[in-house]
């Protein structure tokens, strides 16, 4: 294409308001030189490059967002990164070029591509690394009228936004509603939902700055999955302000966890990518905050939001029955003819969808190869389509994962020609002696193999790289079908499967809620771990559980299981402090953590003298600590609130003022009172049963 053509086009896309991709395969300086006569004034460039161009790693594309470009540079020699290329897709404005730079269409699939390299255990395992995901961007490449290089015939233009046109219909209809939720009845929650490139971030900025224009003494909280994901909103809040977004005042982030383990009462809280928030932590900000707009992507780079609507809006309709919703469906870069969209999200698999069938009657269950699969494109959008539906966090690179990963196997649950589940197992373990020491020392922590290095690492359990284990990664039944038995199930022909196979251990890794844990421990699997530190987005701690597969190793899962459960109380007093109660009891039925230690004489009696009689808790905590560590089936016969009394206080050195208001008492006094009379009653319990 010469110069004059590249102008040509452009000016033609830029009248109908459209964006082409053009590919330019064979070695990467031939298309390096091809490609740029055909840039444009304002570039992005993604992947080695010339560095006038200010070339980015994929690593660093976020680093765009809310930003906008006329040529959009996509280097797959440095990489094929689906976030990336899902992102940087969007910041390309109409009239734009995306230049795809790849090797011959026959030979990509087979290329090194560094992006293999997140794949795999170790570089020299990327050769085993699989092809399917690149080969099936080609199939889907080749013809699509996105890389059509005749130019559109439009009569009327597509007016972008701009000094004349500040906002999009669909934007100019939201802000008003914005603001209802500040200055209108209270409870009356807003959903803003959108496809990516639709405003929507932009939007929450400027009505932001509407609102502290109005009253700068406003206190509006943003939350969202992580900082970088606000970037546009604060930039619009701050132009329309005019000042810097770090000197905006009366508009503050903070993290989702942040948010409802504090006690911040914002007049107004903006939740961008909610679905990309866990339900339950959405739940607490409704129970909390009384006027909150959640704003969240149907499809995008950063996962979708169509289990957000399964699973959020009937909390919604429960707590708040008189919420709003509006749905922003203009592009705001390019128009709604744009051909370029739809392929983006067909490559990427952002319009994958799965129905459920209209009644249950005979699931199957079946395993699924890769290559079947990425050569099998409606099984394939089923398959994904319920992997995003089902966790709030699945974006592209999942989908990358899913093809290409090696020791990685599906499994599906359906029934005739339709999907009821699926499960990803990730194969591990048998790491080599002299690494897996390592790893237990604390020198190396390669890639993969999560159970194995976790217990090395974390729980120090040294046969546990020897051992090779199923790590069930993901396990997704349609929401639509939950309360069936499918996952146990499911989860049953795994254990089978597996057994048959020879591996040791079936395991997961997941964040732990009170709701999800009764699961697996249902299906035959142990706690052996909860991670130290909260998961930013999700606010929880990691469970690590394991079932042995083979009944020789179930003596030495019973000693981790003892190691776990001796060592918890301790954690409880430091960094996880925090734990919720419920888990905590969760985490220790069938337990004790002091089996066959009785207490003394001077800590039975030091127990009655607290229960009966005035001395002083800080000073009976030592002997209480034994008692419940000694007695922790007696958790199994109280209610919640109970259990967090006795766990809170004995174990978990919660303030006093804190726990007082959880469980709505007046404070210090009242809670021991409360403790005295519940340990006097459990005490003579205890006693009567001898």
């Not at 609130?641 to 003022?657: H, K, N, V």
């Amino acid at each position: 294409m010469t110069l004059v053509e590249s102008k040509a086009l452009r000016q033609a896309l830029a009248h109908a308001g459209e964006r082409r991709l053009i590919w330019l395969e064979g070695e990467e300086a031939d298309c390096i030189s091809r490609a740029i006569p055909l840039l444009g004034e304002a570039v992005f460039w993604l992947g080695e490059g010339p560095a006038n161009y200010a070339p980015l790693p994929a690593a660093k594309a976020l680093q765009r967002l809310g930003q906008e470009c006329d040529t959009l540079v996509f280097n797959a020699f440095s990489g094929f990164h689906p976030d990336a290329f899902g992102a940087l897709a969007g910041t390309l404005r109409a009239g734009g070029l995306l230049l795809l730079l790849t090797p011959p269409r026959g030979e990509w699939p087979t290329y090194p591509d560094p992006d293999r390299l997140r794949l795999v255990a170790q570089p020299e395992d990327m050769g085993r690394a699989g092809h399917g995901f690149i080969a099936r961007l080609v199939q889907l490449l080749a013809g699509d009228h996105a890389l059509s290089l005749t130019p559109p015939v439009k009569k009327e233009p597509w007016q972008p936004l701009g000094t004349e046109r500040p906002l999009s219909t669909d934007q100019a209809n939201a802000l008003p509603a914005i603001h209802k939720v500040l200055h209108g009845h209270r409870r009356r929650p807003l959903v803003l939902s959108a496809d990516r490139g639709r405003g929507k971030s932009a939007l929450l900025g400027l009505a932001a700055a509407d609102l502290l224009r109005q009253n700068p003494a406003l206190q509006i909280v943003v939350t969202a999955p992580s900082k970088a994901t606000v970037t546009t909103l604060f930039a619009h809040a701050a132009e329309a302000l005019n000042c810097p977004p770090d000197k905006l005042v009366g508009l503050t982030y903070v993290s989702p966890d942040r948010l409802v383990q504090g006690s911040l009462q914002p007049d107004l809280l903006l939740v961008d990518e909610a679905a990309a928030i866990p339900t339950p932590l959405l739940e607490t900000m409704l129970a909390r905050h009384s006027r909150i707009v959640f704003a969240t992507t149907e499809h995008g780079y950063e996962g979708t939001g169509r289990g957000f609507h399964l699973r959020f809006k009937r909390v919604l309709d429960q707590q708040t029955p008189d919420w709003q919703e509006l749905h922003l469906a203009e592009p705001i870069r390019w128009s709604l003819q744009d051909p370029l969209e739809p392929l983006v999200f067909r490559l990427l698999g952002l319009d994958a969808d799965v129905l459920p069938p209209a009644c249950l009657t005979a699931p199957r269950w079946r395993q699924v190869e890769q290559h079947v699969l990425a050569e099998n494109e409606a099984l394939l959008n089923q398959v994904f389509g319920l992997l995003v539906l089902a966790h709030y966090q699945t974006s592209p690179s999942d989908l990358r994962s899913l093809l290409e990963s090696p020791d990685l196997d599906i499994h599906l649950l359906e029934q005739e020609q339709s999907l009821l589940g699926v499960a990803l197992v990730a194969r591990e373990g048998n790491i080599d002696p002299e690494l897996a020491r390592d790893i237990w020392a604390g020198r190396r922590r390669p890639r993969g193999h999560l159970l194995p290095q976790s217990l090395l690492a974390h729980s120090g359990f040294m046969t546990a790289g020897e051992r090779s284990y199923a790590r069930v990664m993901r396990i997704a039944i349609h929401p639509t079908l939950h309360r069936h038995g499918l996952g146990s199930l499911l989860l049953g022909r795994l254990e089978a499967h597996y057994r048959v196979l020879g591996l040791d251990y079936l395991g997961t890794a997941f964040s732990a809620s009170v709701d999800l844990l009764p699961f697996w421990r249902k299906a035959g699997l142990t706690v052996l771990r909860i991670g130290l530190q909260r998961d930013a987005a999700s606010g929880s701690h990691a469970a690590l559980m394991l079932e042995p597969l083979n009944a020789e190793l179930k003596p030495e899962l019973a000693q981790w299981r003892r190691r776990f459960v001796r060592q918890l109380p301790t954690l409880l007093a430091g960094e996880l402090k925090e734990l919720d109660t419920e888990l905590v009891w969760q985490c220790l039925r069938g337990d004790v953590v002091t089996d066959g230690m009785d207490l003394d004489e001077f800590e039975q009696q030091e127990l009655d003298c607290f229960a009966h009689h005035h001395k002083p808790f800080e000073l009976c905590q030592s002997s209480l600590q034994h008692w419940l560590a000694a007695q922790t089936m007696v958790l199994d016969d109280l209610d919640p609130d109970e259990r967090r009394l006795l766990i809170a206080t004995i174990w978990q050195y919660i303030p006093w003022a804190e726990l007082a208001r959880e469980l709505k008492l007046a404070g210090k006094p009242a809670l021991v009172k409360r403790l005295r009379a519940l340990l006097a009653r459990l005490l003579a319990k205890d006693e009567k049963g001898r």
